[in-house]
């Protein structure tokens, strides 16, 4: 509050002081918030305070006027003199100062490109701001440069260099280049990255033309700091000094390296498609927009008859293709092939017809491609052409063919019933009696020749069959045979199958297998493996060289399922798009020239396609022409229940894996993969060496070809380095496996265990786990199944074979005496019966087709007549879906389909054959078997044979304990039935442990589960009878011994008896292991080589 106010409010009011005034103030202005009062009051107090401060302010105001007047008239006279002279000399200095902005101004202005300031400008805040603004734009246009310098330096390479040559500046671009730092290239000459590429003559006029005050454009080589070079393309500008004269240089550089390595394939490739037409088998010519030839191939001037020369500015058209068929003239205008061509599209057709230079008419099959420029006009086109006069008449041909093969379709019904047995009979005595001959000594060209007759035959069995399945497909009759089944067996099968044909042509037969292969599951396996066969045989049959890989990957589901992803790649000749696109077709092939040059019907992957589809599943092929093909499959299969473990690989504590030919290098990860899947621990090494070995090596795997002198004393001496006993060897080989067996033994390594290619899981397992039983072993039996111990269980048996064709009676007899089996032939119906009830019989084969009384009669009248209980087993060249019924209803166990092979023959007989051994003879009788698979039967005898129990008995016991379905105890019996090979048994098993499976049906399974079980152990028993005679053996051992001696003094007397006594012995020993080298030691007496059968024969008196 101002004091003057104060005054008069104290004398007023009568306050003492001013905080009592204020204080008197801020109640009234409490008392003019109180609505109580009277209006008037509330405004006179609401409107006091802002009177009273408009008053305190004015008396402020005053106050200081007068203060600042009393100061004005206090300066003297001098000092006003001084501020005077001050203001004078700023106002010269200001005058000044407009005048320096102004020069300032214009010359911004100038630079800017503006107009320059009037004279009569002089305001000093006008010149300020005007220089700020162009200050602005000075910056900014700085700024802008700056920015487009930055550009270019990112973008270019930049150089700068004064009249010497000597380098002023170089960007970064440049030094990343040049591979030189900045600090190395300034003040250097700019020779330092100059390279020999060009001649002194190509820079003297560049320097003459710039110092000249020109531009220089071109392309430049240079060179890097590390020696190597680089193209530029460059811009020379010169820079002039105050002289005029050009003073610097700037190089203004883009590296066009690349794009002149573009350059240098694209003439590379100029002359490689040139030489490409040049070689071609099909005509090529190119015309331009008015139709003139510009280009013709040798073999386009073959066809034509004219040369380049000669065609040279003549249309194509008025020369080549100017008439019809009919030689009818055909206009230039009415040219189809002009026509397509200006519509931009390609031409294609087999129905043009060109005229060669000697006057006649050829039709050609031709494709023709617009070629256009920059702008998408045609400038002209290129066609390829080849002659088709043979195809034309081919087709015309087959045109007139037409009619006639439709009637014979007609007839294809009755054609493939009567096919099925005229074909089959006398196909059953080619291969029965041509694996009769292979069986006996032969030389090498004679078993080649039979090889190939078998082969010839099976092919043409293949095609039968091909060709029923087709007719079953069309007629919607083609049925699934849904079982359990693990993909071990059916690579097993594969592998039986193409193993030897894979190594007959030199090529590489793999499986690569993802996923437990042992895991059962639920599906056609025949089926699948008709699809195998078919993938498989052609990849065979069109590969000459390389590898095929069988691929099988499992994928367990939700819902019980697995996913199965199945592949066949090759090496082949492979397929185009086209071809493709027609692959699965019935009747057809990839072309013409595959069924000529390779054979076959066309059936095969159409049948494969409709099984896959048939499956669920889908089939697709990734191919190109020379570079193999690829077949894949998808298919979705149940589970029949857990997978059956193998047992584990004990004795093989560490794995050492080396491969002796680099080719086989892709065996190596198949075998680490399958290594890994059964958790065998081990390393892959490089060398085989002792010194190179891991030190925890117990056991080596060697993957090779063949081995050679030098590598088998490096294996031996690695085995006694190591301490390692040869029985630890493991040789796997792609090649025979005879062969590298024997090479082995002739270098003592006899003990080592081989394996031909390719594997399964399965066969790896047992083939590693060899180890123990390879000294003691004396058969090598692993299965049930195993044909050689299914023949020593039928020795001695006695059947009776029923069929009116000779030769048919012939081969079966022949196959039955080889295994030890007495036969007795009939060839009517009537002399069976008769036969039968005059002799006993332990099985009984029956041709369903005989002269008098069909076999079917036959069988009807044995077993409900006379109550017959000898199994009968049918034989058959009919469809057995056709029949299969009948069979069964007339009392027959099976039905062989012809022709039969000689193990199908014995398997089939010993599945039905009445086996009646005893409890007892699978005790203490059989002790002295010293053969680890036997010891095996044994333990299977003894824990499910219980005394005074029949197998169903010993099941219905088991089932009692639990009403639910008893996975324990078909699992263990279905682990014991795998452990010695009984896969009938095992599958059964299989089929009964699927998780979805009603107990209800377990249960009533159990009569025909004891059934088999029963069947397995006389099966066991009469194996182990067979196996039980160890001095008999021994006896026979030391008999064949002393009979090699004896063999070997004739040859070192150089007797020709040798030869003789060679034969007998073979035939004796047929089923010895040393008979592949009795048969070479044959062959190499038939060519008089008696020293080197002598060193053959050799090894098997030492032991070896």
């Excluded at 006008?126 to 310098?149: K, S």
């Excluded at 993909?487 to 894979?502: G, H, I, M, T």
């Excluded at 089929?991 to 006389?1018: N, R």
Aim: with cysteine.
């Amino acid at each position: 509050m101002h004091r003057l106010l104060f005054r008069q409010i104290k004398k007023t009011m009568g306050f003492q002081t001013i905080e009592e005034a204020e204080q008197w103030l801020d109640t009234l202005l409490e008392h003019a918030l109180d609505d109580s009062l009277p209006p008037a009051v509330l405004t006179l107090l609401q409107g006091l305070m802002p009177f009273v401060d408009r008053v305190d302010t004015s008396y402020k105001s005053h106050e200081r006027d007068m203060e600042i007047r009393d100061r004005s008239i206090r300066l003297s006279s001098q000092e006003l003199t001084e501020s005077l002279e001050l203001a004078r000399r700023d106002a010269v200095k200001q005058k000044q100062a407009v005048r320096e902005l102004k020069i300032a101004a214009n010359d911004l202005l100038k630079g800017l490109a503006k107009p320059e300031l009037s004279e009569d400008t002089d305001s000093l805040n006008g010149l300020a701001e005007l220089m700020a603004d162009l200050a602005r734009e000075r910056n900014e246009a700085l700024h802008e440069v700056e920015v487009q310098r930055r550009a270019i330096d990112q973008h270019a390479i930049i150089v700068v260099v004064d009249n010497e040559k000597q380098i002023l500046f170089a960007n970064s671009k440049f030094c990343e280049i040049s591979g030189y730092e900045e600090k190395e290239l300034n003040g250097k000459s700019l020779e330092i990255i100059r390279s020999s590429y060009h001649e002194e003559s190509f820079y003297t006029p560049i320097w003459r033309a710039v110092r000249a005050g020109e531009v220089w454009h071109g392309e430049v080589h240079n060179l890097r700091k590390n020696g190597e070079t680089f193209w530029v393309s460059s811009t020379i500008v010169p820079i002039e000094g105050n002289a005029g004269q050009a003073e610097r240089y700037v190089a203004i550089m883009t590296d066009i390296t690349h794009q002149k390595l573009l350059e240098e394939r694209i003439s590379d490739s100029q002359r490689f498609y040139q030489s490409i037409t040049d070689s071609i088998g099909e005509g090529i010519f190119a015309v331009d927009r008015s139709g003139t030839i510009e280009f013709l191939n040798p073999e386009a001037s073959r066809l034509l008859g004219w040369t380049m020369d000669e065609l040279r500015n003549r249309r194509f058209h008025d020369t080549v293709q100017f008439q019809s068929p009919d030689k009818k003239f055909i206009p230039v205008q009415q040219s189809p092939l002009i026509q397509t061509i200006k519509k931009g599209e390609i031409y294609f057709s087999e129905e043009t017809y060109f005229t060669h230079k000697n006057g006649l008419m050829f039709p050609v099959s031709i494709t023709a491609v617009p070629l256009e420029d920059d702008r998408g006009n045609i400038r002209g086109h290129v066609g390829v052409f080849r002659n088709i006069s043979e195809r034309k008449n081919i087709e015309q041909a087959m045109r007139d063919a037409f009619s006639q093969a439709e009637r014979a379709n007609n007839a294809k019904s009755e054609f493939l019933a009567n096919m099925s047995h005229e074909i089959r009979t006398p196909l059953n005595a080619v291969l029965g009696l041509t694996h009769l001959v292979l069986n006996s000594p032969l030389n090498t060209q004679q078993k080649d020749y039979l090889q190939k007759a078998t082969n010839s035959a099976n092919t043409l069995l293949g095609i039968i069959n091909d060709i029923l399945d087709y007719s079953k497909i069309e007629a919607g009759k083609l049925d699934l045979d849904i079982q359990p089944f693990i993909f071990d067996d059916l690579l097993e099968k594969v592998s039986n199958l193409f193993q030897d044909r894979a190594v007959s042509k030199g090529l590489l037969l793999l499986f690569d297998m993802g996923g437990d292969m042992s895991l059962p599951l639920l599906g056609d396996e025949n089926r699948l493996m008709q699809i195998f066969n078919n993938l498989v045989s052609n990849a065979v049959k069109f590969t000459r060289q390389g590898q095929i890989i069988v691929s099988v990957e499992l994928q367990p589901r939700q819902g019980q399922q697995v996913s199965v992803k199945l592949s066949v790649t090759d090496t082949g000749i492979g397929l185009s798009d086209a071809h493709q696109k027609k692959l699965f077709d019935p009747f057809t092939q990839a072309d013409a020239s595959i069924s000529r040059q390779y054979g076959g019907t066309g059936l095969g992957m159409s049948i494969t396609r409709h099984l896959v589809e048939q499956m669920n599943g889908t089939i697709s092929v990734e191919s190109a022409p020379g570079e193999g093909s690829k077949f894949s499959i998808d298919l979705v299969l149940p589970l029949a229940g857990t997978s059956n473990t193998m047992p584990p690989l004990g004795a093989h504590q560490f794995l050492t894996l080396c491969c002796l030919n680099d080719a086989l290098l892709p065996v190596v990860g198949l075998v680490e993969k399958t290594l890994s899947t059964l958790m065998v621990p081990h390393e892959h090494c490089t060398t085989h060496r002792a010194e190179s070995l891991p030190e925890q090596t117990t056991h080596l795997l060697v993957v090779a070809d063949k081995i050679t002198e030098e590598r088998m004393k490096q294996l031996a001496e690695a085995f006694r380095s190591k301490q390692l006993d040869y029985s630890h060897l493991r040789i796997l080989t792609p090649g025979n496996q005879e062969e590298m067996r024997h090479l082995l033994i002739s270098h003592g390594l006899s003990d080592a265990a081989v394996m031909q290619l390719p594997f399964t899981q399965r066969s790896m397992h047992d083939f590693l786990n060899q180890g123990a039983m390879i000294k003691d072993a004396q058969t090598g039996f692993t299965s049930l199944d195993d044909i050689g111990l299914v023949e020593r269980r039928l020795n001695g048996k006695h059947v009776l074979i029923a069929d009116s064709d000779d030769i048919s009676q012939t081969v079966m007899s022949q196959q039955l005496n080889s295994a030890g089996i007495k036969a007795t032939s009939v060839s009517s119906g009537a002399d069976c019966i008769t036969l039968c009830k005059q002799l006993t019989f332990d099985a009984i084969i029956l041709n369903n087709k005989l002269p008098d009384i069909p076999g079917w009669e036959v069988a009807e009248s044995l077993v409900f007549g006379n109550s017959l209980t000898t199994p009968i087993i049918c034989t058959s060249t009919e469809d057995a879906s056709a029949i299969e019924d009948l069979i069964s209803d007339s009392g027959m166990c099976a039905l062989l389909t012809k022709p039969v092979s000689n193990d199908d023959l014995l398997r089939t007989l010993d599945n039905y054959m009445i086996y009646t051994g005893e409890a007892e003879h699978a005790g203490d009788d059989f002790d002295d078997i010293k053969d680890p698979y036997a010891s095996l039967l044994q333990s299977f005898y003894r824990k499910y044979s219980v005394s005074g129990n029949t197998p169903f008995d010993f099941l219905v016991e088991g089932l009692q304990q639990q009403s639910s379905v008893p996975v324990e105890i078909l699992a263990g019996i279905r682990k014991d039935a795998s452990a010695i090979g009984a896969k009938p048994l095992k599958k059964m098993l299989g089929a009964l442990l699927q998780q979805d499976t009603p107990a209800e049906l377990v249960h009533a399974a159990i009569p025909k589960l004891a059934g088999e079980l029963d069947m397995t152990l006389k099966k066991v028993v009469a194996s182990l009878d067979a196996l039980s005679n160890v001095e008999e053996k021994q006896e026979n051992e030391q008999d064949f011994t002393s009979q090699v001696q004896f063999i070997l003094n004739l040859l070192e007397d150089y007797d020709a008896k040798a030869s003789d006594n060679l034969q007998q012995l073979y035939s004796e020993h047929q089923q010895s292991p040393h008979r592949w080298v009795l048969q070479q030691a044959i062959q190499k007496v038939s060519q008089y080589d008696f020293e080197a059968a002598a060193v053959l024969l050799q090894p098997l008196v030492n032991g070896q």
